[in-house]
Structure formats: C-alpha cells, structure tokens
C-alpha cells in the first residue's frame, strides 16, 4: 500500500475533482466508503436533479469548523491522502476500505478512534485500486490535532496494513530517499512527451556533474556545461549561499523556468552536504596515472581509465564483503563511477548503465556513517573517465568496459548484502535492481571480447587445451566451485595461455583470482576468472592481435618462464591489506 499526502486549502474544489470524470485516469463510480460520522451525504449516490447541491452540502459540513474556528484556522486546512494497492493485490471492498481510512487517520492523530472531537473526514473510491481521504485539520473543541510526521506514520500504517490483508510487503523507508516528482510533474512530463520528469532528469545531470569532481568551482562548471539553467545565490559577503537548476525547455505558466535547488532533487546534493563530500575525498589524481608507459602505448585513454576504475571498484568491494561502517564512504563514490560510465558509455550499454546509475543511488544513503573513510581511490577513478571521455565499446574499449561492469555486477551485490545486514530495505532492493541492469549490460559489452578470447581459445593446440582444461577444473574442484563443459573454459584458457606467455605460472594465477574474494555471487564464474586474471597480470582486455604479447617461446606446462622485461608485474590481490595501505 503506497499513501500519498499533500496540503490544500479548497475543500469543494477537491470534492468536485474526487467526484468528476478525473483527467490522467478515469473516475468510475464515485462514491463515500467512509466518513467522520457514517451518515455524510454522498454526491455519488445522490438521485436528486442537481447532484452538486449535495456536493456543495458535504463541502460545507467538512469545512463547518473551519468556519467557526475564524482566523484561527489554518491557511492550508484540507488534508488529502490517497492510497494505493500493488498491483497483483486483491481488490477490498467498500468495507476493508472504510478500516484503511480509519486506521491511517487515527495513526497520524487526525481522527483518533473514540475521539467525539477528532477532524472531519470523508474518503472517496472511484476505482478499485485506490481510495482517496479527505480531511479538515481543524477539531471539535477547534484546535488544531498534533500530526506530526504524518507522511511516517501513515507509511509504517500501511506496512501493518499489508501484513494484515496479505498483500505485497513494500520496503519501509529511512527518510533518507530522494523527493519523489508529484502527479503534477509526472502528467507534465507526459504532456510533453517526456520519458522522465525534469526533477529526475535534474537529478541525474546534476549527479553526473559530480562524479569525480574535485572543486566547487569544477562541479558547477560541468552543470554548465551540461546544458542547465544554473542560479548560483551568495550571501552579502560574496560567498555561495546554494545553487539552483532548470531544464532551458521547462517553463511555468508565465514562461519562467522552474528551478530546482539541489536539497530538492536529493537530499545528498545540496551544497553543504556536497562541500562536504569534495572536502573529504578529493579525487586522487596519482591514481589514474598508475598504469606503466607500455600499457598507456597499448591501451586508450577511456580503456586506461577503466581497468584503473576496475581496481579502486574492487577495493571498496572488500570493505563490503568485510561489513564495515567505512563502506558506507564508498558506496557514493562507487556511484559516481556508475555515473561517470552512464555518460561516457557507448550507445550499445548507455540505457542499461543510465539505469543502474539511478537505480543505485537509492543505495548510496542510509543513515550509517563512516569515520575517515578514504575514498579518493574511487572518487579519483570516476574522474579519469569523465576525463577520458566517450568510449568506442570496441577492441580494448569494448573489452575494459566488460572488465569492470563484472566487478560491479559483485559491487553492487555486495552493497545489497550490506545493506540487508543493517535492515536498510529499500536500499538493498535498489542495489540487487541494479546489479540486474548492470548484468544486461555486462552481457551487452562482453559479447565481442569473449567471442574473440573463445576464439583463441578453440585456436590453442589440443595438448595445450588439454592442459589448461584440466588445471582449470582442478583449481574449482579443489574450492568446491562448479565445473561446467569443455566449451565455456576456451577464453578462460585463452586467458591462461596469454599469461603464461607473458611469464606468469598459471596455477598460481589461477589460484590468486580465486582467492580474491567470494565467487558465489558471480552468475558466470567462469566470466569473472578471465576477467580477473587479466587485470591482475595486466593483459590486455580484447585480445587483438596489436595488443597481444608475445615471447619467443612457451614454456614447459607447470612451469614459470623467464618474465619478458617489457611486461609489467602481476600485482597483488586487491584483498590483500598490504596493496590499499593503512584505512584508518
């Protein structure tokens, strides 16, 4: 059950809408489920020749003490909840929806039950989903009832409500989740033609403009020059006082833009709690720069910058399966990357990566906070592929961009776990919703590289496959992983082969990606392990025949050759303590 408020100050113009036709949806049979006494008049059951003498009759007897409360009534004194079943819930009768009415009113203390001098109410059904309630905030002794936290209260109702009757369970909120955009947003996007509405379009522009960020003055540049309408307010010092931003395109009535500030579009994007973020995690540029000259010959700029993502991603990784607080630091910053890769994504994965990057931020705020929490890595790794700009999602592009949606397919997974483990259940579901998008979009940048790795795969000599094949279901065996065919290990043994050559003794390789952290998330362990693998032993992400490194001779199988001096190191595991350093 979803309940929905909102403040008014006109209660017939309110009757008169519940009791019409409607305008986004049709009103059919509209009628009064239930009222402050049982005996209102109904407007929808009256067979008179003038239905709207009836109408301007309940009208008056709602706003009864209003009038008597004078002056002292409230400006906005029309309390109005709608509240809604999930779809596949069984349809109430008038009688299951009289209890909701009464029940949520007495939980927000606007009609208690047994209270003679509670508000007046009605509520309204003109469809079988859905009933609308109808109050006046003034009581009997005209004083006005305490409703505190009504939006809280009326939600944790429902959530009993829903045990009660069977339904759907929802999630229950924290109070941290975004401002969702109102009907009248929603029916203007719809008017217009837009997918999604200006708040959620402003949302996301404003997000991306963040992602990696490392002043102020940086971020609002990026708003800029993504195209918004930017009002910057300061104080008589000089000093910013917040900002605020409008689609050029979205105007009121008078033809005025319709600024959003950035508390309006997220509580996290507010200017204090942004200043906030840039203060204690500004990008570490040292960590873009990591990879060796010969990788910068071999591999673009938006390929560098992602199997470096894909490094700091797998660190804030081990901090979630670890459990702790100071995860909670990373999560924003593993959006930002998310974000980063939503705007400079090919076409082939930028619906899928545009979807996991809203999605998940629902997961980035919870109310557990992290004390000196480094996230610079992360922060620094969405910088450099903002930086890095538009990948082709072809040839090593292609190949680094499926490299590092596998780690954050386990990311986001990860996140869902942590969260479920604190009881934050709406950013747990947020966080499984986009691992799925995420999934879609691995599957979508994977597809050539794999098909090229299976291809050298297949092309290895038959004792060579042999080989690989046997040490590869040795090591899963021997970790109580699953096997799986002869044919899905032909790019993990390409793999194998490619590291070999480049120096690197394949059981100890194999054995390292294993141990670096669980494998019972992965759908495709197999896909994981290449992707692994060939991070750790800096391989390049597509196999092509430029990029590919080569030695004058294979070794002997079990045996380490002698390491090509151009090649750089196999790096240790990112679960290792001693490669992030000391977190605290």
Partial sequence: MIP??????????????????????????????????GMAPDPGRDTSDDPAVTLSRLAAALDLRVKQAGTA???RHVWHCSVRTAPGDRTLSDAEWDTVARRILHAVNLAPDNDPDGGRWVAVRHAEDHIHILATTVRGDLRRPRMNNDFTKAQAECRRLEKEFGFRRLNAGDGTAAKNPTSAERFKAERTGRTDTARETLRDAVRQALAGAATEAEFLTRVHEAGLLLQTPRFPSGDLRGYK??????????????????????????????????????????????????????????????????????????????????????LPAVGEVLDALAQTSPSLTRKELAAAARTFERATRSHTRAEQADMRAVRGAARAIVQAGSALGRGEDGGATAMILSTL?????????????????QQAAAARQSAQHLRTAYQQAAATPMQALRHHGRALPEGRRTFYDTAIRTALTGNNLPTTTAARFDALAATLAQAEQAGHDPDTLLQQAIDQRELDTAVDIDDVLVWRIRRIAHLPAHPGPAARPTTTRTPAPGRQAQRPTQLPASRPSPADPSRRGPRR
């Fill in 73 to 75: 009534a409230p400006a």
């Fill in 4 to 37: 929905k408020i909102r403040r008014g100050s006109r209660t017939y113009g309110l009757l008169n809408y519940l009791f019409g036709p409607g305008k986004n949806e049709e009103h059919t049979d509209a009628h009064l489920v239930g009222s402050w006494d």
């Fill in 409 to 425: 397919v386990l990311a986001a997974l990860a996140a869902a776990r942590w969260h479920a483990a604190r009881g934050h259940a």
């Fill in 245 to 330: 931003v409008a689609l050029p395109d979205d105007r009121n009535a008078v033809g005025q833009p319709i600024y959003y500030s950035g508390s309006t579009l997220a509580p996290d994007l507010s200017l204090p709690k942004i200043r906030q973020r840039l203060a204690a995690a500004t990008p570490d540029r040292q960590h873009t720069d990591e990879n060796r000259q010969d990788d910068q010959r071999l591999w673009s700029p938006p390929a560098r910058s992602r199997r470096s993502a894909t490094a700091a991603v797998e660190d804030a990784l081990a901090l979630l399966d670890e459990g702790a607080d100071e995860a909670a630091a990373h």
